[in-house]
């Protein structure tokens, strides 16, 4: 205001003045104290106007964000190929919605977490809500209870396989050295002419000696002395039943 204004200048002057400092004061009023430390320091009621409609639609868009990722958070479960700490992971969408200023209780991530994790840890839960309250147990607390599981079961599944392993390996060496054995092809025998054995092990060898006969140059196998001794027991045996047999009637006659 100039120095020559006139009495009706400044009356307007004054008054413009006080309800400039009216609109400040109601605005002041009508905000939360989150807020108010926030305009406190603007100096005239239309920047704090323009402040506060900003910060409304900022809010605005703060609130939907919030909601789509709590909707997304309910949408989580846990998957088949997937580890608990995997899933924990996972759930950590939560902190995002905190970061907007919105509460989110560790209670409600630990009850989704209870519900939604695969069966295969269903003892698991059934034994931490019979020796446990629930509403006590901590994020980090749960995270390690069903590591702990997951951890034993994957070592009995790997003990299982390794054993699986073991025996399948046992049997294809065995197999492979059966048929190695098999296949074996040694130098022509100069006694049998053959090629299934060493020379060593010929039953031909001129210098093999017979534990039957005494003869030298075959084995008790081959020996044609025993073979004849079969031969000769083979004949004489019906003999001996033809001789039963007519002591037998020659008895028989006489009584």
Request: net charge positive.
């Amino acid at each position: 205001m100039h120095d020559n204004a006139t009495i009706a200048q400044m009356k307007n002057h004054k008054e413009s003045r006080q309800r400039k400092s009216k609109a400040k004061a109601s605005l002041f009023a009508a905000v939360s104290s989150s807020i108010f430390t926030r305009i406190m320091t603007l100096k005239t009621a239309n920047k704090i106007w323009n402040f506060l409609k900003e910060y409304e639609g900022n809010e605005r868009v703060k609130g939907m964000q919030v909601l789509n990722l709590i909707r997304e958070f309910e949408m989580q479960r846990m998957k088949e190929s997937e580890t608990i700490k995997d899933y924990f992971d996972r759930l950590d969408i939560i902190n995002k919605v905190r970061l907007l200023g919105t509460d989110f209780s560790n209670s409600r991530i630990i009850q989704k977490i209870l519900v939604t994790v695969l069966q295969k840890f269903e003892a698991t839960i059934s034994s931490i809500e019979n020796s446990k309250n629930v509403s006590s147990i901590t994020l980090a607390e749960l995270l390690n209870t069903l590591q702990a599981q997951e951890h034993r079961r994957l070592m009995r599944q790997i003990g299982s396989m390794e054993g699986v392993f073991f025996a399948k390996s046992h049997n294809n060496i065995q197999q492979r050295n059966k048929n190695n054995n098999n296949n074996t092809a040694f130098p022509s025998c100069p006694y049998c002419k053959k090629s299934n054995h060493p020379q060593g092990r010929c039953w031909g060898r001129p210098d093999i000696k017979c534990r039957k006969c005494g003869q030298l140059g075959h084995i008790e196998r081959v020996c044609k002395s025993q073979q004849q001794q079969q031969v000769k027991t083979t004949i004489e045996q019906p003999e001996e039943e033809k001789l039963f047999m007519a002591s037998c009637f020659v008895t028989s006659s006489s009584t």
